[in-house]
């Protein structure tokens, strides 16, 4: 059974940094795409970035460029999401996602329960 | 980026009836589209990729259909189950987004 798990969402404070790790289990985590969605509070869906089984993370959502950065660890099966800088905008729910590829593009399968992080002074 | 505008954003409906989602997308994604469905409190779940290829374990009464900037999602006799919220996303090009999402209430 596929199973993902948010990790190192708290309260900080504006300017702050924080990184968030989700542990992968029940597949071969080394031969997927993983994936950040962060969730405002009663909002939509936002795609952060996507990282490749070769660790190359594609463009970030400009909201978060330069700010946020995404790496994975195939021998931990690991997803990271290191972020900077943060804003009181940032509060929102960050998923982590399993990517499956299909005719060379990726949608995402298996979601995780989500991890809270709130920027507040 | 790619918008994806999802009409309409809440849909009043009763167990039984036929129900259709639209997402417009701002230029063209072929078929490289996916929906999700949401419950208060949960992750999104994954319903329809490719547009219109059903995910496993998803009932048959959830489709999907539509190509370049126009989609649906149809589902065709409402169970109690389905009243949630409905997003659709693009994966054709990054970074990958998704639609504003539709209520789908009693």
């Known amino acids: 059974e596929v199973q993902l798990l948010e990790s190192g969402g708290t309260l900080v404070q504006p300017g702050g940094s924080l990184r968030l790790s989700c542990a992968a289990s029940?597949?071969?985590?080394?031969?997927?795409?993983m994936t950040w969605v962060r969730q405002a509070p009663g909002k939509g869906l936002e795609c952060l970035s996507m990282?490749?089984?070769?660790?190359?993370?594609?463009p970030y959502v400009d909201s978060v460029k330069g700010r946020f950065t995404i790496s994975r660890d195939n021998s931990k099966s690991a997803l990271y999401l290191q972020m900077n800088s943060l804003r009181v905008e940032d509060t929102a729910i960050y998923y982590c996602?399993?990517?499956?590829?299909?005719?060379?593009?990726?949608?995402?399968?298996?979601w995780g329960p989500g991890t809270l992080v709130t920027v507040s002074s | 980026d790619i918008q994806m505008a999802q009409s309409p954003a809440t849909l009043s409906a009763s167990e039984g009836d036929r129900v259709t989602i639209t997402c417009r997308a701002s230029q063209s994604i072929s078929s490289w589209l996916a929906w999700y469905q949401q419950k208060p409190g949960k992750a999104p779940k994954l319903l329809i990729y490719?547009?219109?290829s059903l995910e496993s374990g998803v009932p048959s009464r959830f489709s999907g259909s539509g190509s370049g900037t126009e989609f649906t999602l149809t589902i065709s006799s409402l169970q109690p189950d389905d009243f949630a919220t409905y997003y659709c996303?693009?994966?054709?090009?990054?970074?990958?987004?998704f639609g504003q999402g539709t209520k789908l209430e009693i």
């Open positions: 490719k547009a219109s």
């Open positions: 996602a399993k990517g499956t590829m299909v005719s060379g593009r990726h949608f995402f399968d298996y």
């Open positions: 996303q693009q994966y054709n090009s990054y970074p990958y987004t």
């Open positions: 029940g597949f071969a985590f080394s031969n997927y795409a």
């Open positions: 990282v490749g089984v070769n660790g190359a993370a594609t």
